[in-house]
């Protein structure tokens, strides 16, 4: 079982930054890759991007590619979403997922997440 809290959400003016975090419990925590999705108001729930339990390989939606940046700190059992650039449509609750131990497949396939943070909002104001 692996419980899951994102914080760092916010409102911030369009071209800003934000960083976000999401804080695993459970001593596998190196052994899952994590992903981020958002959800707009009146939208569905999108894939923003992921990072490999294996070799930290990161993986990112079109729409975030070059501006959003996902690490994480298997020390601290933390994922982080680095967010620049940021645009008023990227305003959304953003959510971690972790997949099944040792996950190899599709990162942004939605079905494939077992486990889901409660989401923090972030919003950008133009």
């Known amino acids: 079982q692996v419980q899951l809290v994102e914080s760092g959400g916010g409102l911030v003016q369009a071209g800003g930054s934000l960083r976000l975090s999401c804080a695993a419990s459970g001593r596998t925590f190196s052994s899952y890759g994590m992903g981020w999705f958002r959800q707009a108001p009146g939208k569905e729930r999108e894939f923003v991007g992921a990072i490999s339990w294996s070799y930290g390989n990161t993986y990112y939606s079109d729409s975030v590619k070059g501006r959003f940046t996902i690490s994480r700190d298997n020390a601290k059992n933390t994922v982080y979403l680095q967010m620049n650039s940021l645009k008023p449509e990227d305003t959304a609750v953003y959510y971690c997922?972790?997949?099944?131990?040792?996950?190899?497949?599709?990162?942004?396939?939605?079905?494939?997440?077992?486990?889901w943070g409660q989401g923090t909002q972030v919003t950008v104001s133009s």
């Open positions: 997922a972790a997949p099944q131990l040792r996950y190899s497949g599709v990162w942004s396939e939605q079905s494939e997440y077992r486990y």
